[in-house]
């Protein structure tokens, strides 16, 4: 069960966990169409479901529990991420996200300007929230995305300036906030677009963007006069990418149609998980106090924008071999 990017003593080791080192735990709870996570700095988890937004806890019997919805809008939330002490997420309105307008949007030509054309009637108005990170957070809408249809991964670069990946525009927007007034957006603008086609998942370590483009990683670095660097191709799959995060100095991606992660090293070498029964959108380390090193916690999606069913809409917890994540 090797894959074809799985190179030497890498390889052996990627086999070996492959052989089930990776274990799903018991650790599971209800969250709706599960979407993205984040950690902050002091450890405290927040995951983004559908139409609202979660702090994961432990209760005094040190049971992990979801706590009551941050925000009060009927607004599909996806990124997320935390600055200078406030914590950003991105909606985009539900009024129009019916199934037989997903269908209509297999009807539009994929093209530049026809295809943005086309998909902008089944969209509606998208939002940036804020909340100040206190013991019991409440996000609001603090600013229309005007020039965004679909705001997807959310990062943010060491000036503390946010970028936002839209899937379907095919760009990545860069949202400057007020160094006085945290909830005061002062400009949006189209930040990089050249050669994308649907960016998605998407991070920043080290003033360098990474981001999912389909079924493709890509890197860009941030320049110092903040406009973008050139694209480097870190990894390509015949499966399409969801979210990424970083695991020591490795990537891990996750592929949702296919129910697997995959590991990818600097090189470009790589290896997928065993197939988990789900479907994965977002994975992170755990972190302490919620959780040990060797735990990584799994949002696990199902069918998009449906969310009472058993299939998905659910936080899981995965368990590493320890043995195993001195080698990985």
Known sequence: ???????????SVALVLLSGCFKENHLSFKI???????????????????????????????KLVRSRPLFEENCYAT????????LYATCTSLEKFHLKNILKIKNCKFKDQAFIHCIKSFFSKSFLLAAKLTENPRFKIIS?????????????????????????????FRIH???D??????????????????????KIKRNKIYFTDLNILKSLKIKRNGSPGTVKIMYKSPHMLDELSFFKNKILLTKISKGVITLVKKDGTSFDSPRFSMNPSSILQGRLPL????????????FMYEFNSNKGNRLKIVTVNKLFMKEI
């Open 1 to 11: 069960m090797s894959h074809k990017y799985c190179k030497g003593l890498f390889c």
């Open 291 to 302: 959780f040990k090193e060797n735990q990584f916690v799994i949002t696990d999606k199902g």
């Open 144 to 172: 229309s995305l005007e020039s965004i249809l679909f705001p997807n991964g959310l990062s943010v670069d060491d000036l503390g300036r946010l970028y936002s990946a839209d899937s379907a525009s095919r760009k990545i």
């Open 181 to 202: 007034d945290p909830f005061y957006v002062e400009e949006i603008r189209p930040w990089f677009q050249k050669g994308l086609i649907f960016p998605n998942g998407l």
């Open 79 to 86: 990124g997320l991420v935390e600055r200078k002490g406030y």
């Open 32 to 62: 709706a169409d599960a979407e993205n996570q984040f950690f902050t700095k002091t450890g405290r988890l927040f995951v983004t479901g559908g139409k609202n937004i979660y702090e994961v806890r432990r209760d005094s019997s040190y």
């Open 177 to 179: 906030i007020s160094h």
